[in-house]
Every structure is written in structure tokens, then in C-alpha cells.
């Protein structure tokens, strides 16, 4: 079946450091979401992606929607600590069921102020 | 607009038992979805609702089961709980192709 390899898996950065991170697969998606999930809460959404080439910004975030449909990246500049948590990257395939939304397995950031 | 609510935030209950869990999407969604989130296996895909029917199901054994109401408010149900399905139990909404999530249900399974 579809999966979506996420990396890293972990970062530590300092304060003010760009971070980067994406998601590739094997198949073609036809929307990419990019979620932050804090300790107990759920995913928050970040960016929306519906368009190969796509590129979104979102105050100092940034994705992109891969040429190709198999990839996206996002890009966080000068972090702050409150960047610390977990993204995930969310692929949809195919058309209409939530269903056929994937998640990676996530990106968790440390911020050292 | 009111996001994603979800009931009860946090519940404990032992093995053996059931659970029901509850879900308040965005106003106008119609979709529900529901998850298990874990550490080890990430947020996994429970099953779909859409105006009142499951349009979708994920992987999860018969004892998983849920519904929505004529007002898209969803339930989920779990019976003879494990201790494996303690879980963070994340609904979202969604009226096109982008998903909404709430706070999510903490359960733990004693």
C-alpha cells in the first residue's frame, strides 16, 4: 500500500536556525497537508498543497508540492521555541475519502533557546 | 468557527470494558474521520463518516465501531478493551479535501 517516508525522524536546532524536512513516496498524491501536533493536543493544521509545483508560505513557513506528486518539503526559518513539536506530512491519493489520507511518522523538533 | 470538539479528554477504564467516545466536527463539515494515534505506530485510520454513513474503514478488528448523527456529530465505540488500545483517539472534520483535527481522547487501558 501507499506510504510516506518522512525525515529526519528528530532534529535539535538552535534558536533562529532554518529547519527543513520532508516527505517522499513511491506513489502520486493529489493534496500534501503539513500538521504541528503539541504534547497532548492534536495535529494543527500548517499548509495546504492541491497542486504539483505548488509552493506555500504560511508567516515564516514554508512547503512545497513536488513536481513529481511523490514529494513535499516544508521549511521553517529563524526558529523560535514555541516551533518545538511534532510535524507530520499528509498525503492524499486518489479522490473524496478521508480515507485515503496517509500520515508519515513524523518529524520532532527541539528548539535549544 | 468553533473547531473540532472532542469528549471526554481524558479517560481511564480497564480491560473487559467499553468505551464511547464522542466527536463534534466543524460546522457545515460532514466528514468525520477517526484515528489512533501511538508512539509506536503513529496515527493510524479508524474509519470515515459521511452524512451518516461509513465511507471508509481502516484496519482495526469489528470491536472498533462508530456512527454519525443526522447532525454530524460522531461517536466512536470500542468494546472488550485491551490493554493495547490505550491510545490518544483523534477525530477530525473536513469539508473538502483538507482535514480538521480536535484535541483528541486520551485513554488508558488498565
Known amino acids: 500500500g501507499q506510504q510516506l517516508n518522512q525525515s529526519p525522524q528528530s532534529m535539535f536546532i538552535q534558536e533562529g536556525e532554518d529547519v527543513s524536512m520532508n516527505c517522499t513516496s513511491s506513489s502520486i498524491f493529489n493534496t500534501w497537508l503539513w500538521y504541528k501536533q503539541d504534547p497532548g493536543e492534536g495535529p494543527v493544521l500548517l499548509i495546504a498543497l492541491y497542486k504539483a509545483g505548488e509552493l506555500t508560505s504560511n508567516g515564516r513557513l514554508t512547503a512545497q508540492f513536488g513536481i513529481t506528486r511523490k514529494d513535499s518539503f516544508l521549511n521553517i526559518s529563524a526558529s523560535i521555541p514555541s516551533d518545538v513539536g511534532i510535524y507530520f506530512c499528509?498525503?492524499?491519493f486518489g479522490g473524496g475519502s478521508q480515507g485515503n489520507l496517509i500520515f508519515g511518522k513524523g518529524t520532532k523538533l527541539s528548539v535549544k533557546p | 468557527k468553533a473547531g473540532v470538539t472532542q469528549t471526554p479528554r481524558y479517560l481511564i477504564k480497564t480491560r473487559g470494558q467499553q468505551v464511547t467516545l464522542s466527536c463534534s466536527p466543524i460546522s457545515g463539515h460532514r466528514s468525520v474521520s477517526w484515528y489512533q494515534q501511538t508512539p509506536g505506530q503513529g496515527l493510524q485510520f479508524l474509519f470515515e463518516?459521511?452524512?451518516?454513513?461509513?465511507?471508509n474503514k481502516g484496519n482495526f478488528p469489528g470491536r472498533f465501531s462508530g456512527r454519525q448523527f443526522s447532525n454530524s456529530r460522531s461517536e466512536m465505540n470500542v468494546s472488550t478493551l485491551e490493554l493495547g488500545d490505550s491510545a490518544l483517539y483523534l477525530c477530525?472534520?473536513?469539508?473538502?479535501?483538507?482535514?480538521?483535527f480536535g484535541p483528541g481522547t486520551r485513554l488508558l487501558v488498565l
Open positions: 499528509a498525503g492524499l
Open positions: 477530525a472534520s473536513s469539508a473538502q479535501e483538507t482535514q480538521y
Open positions: 463518516y459521511f452524512s451518516e454513513t461509513q465511507r
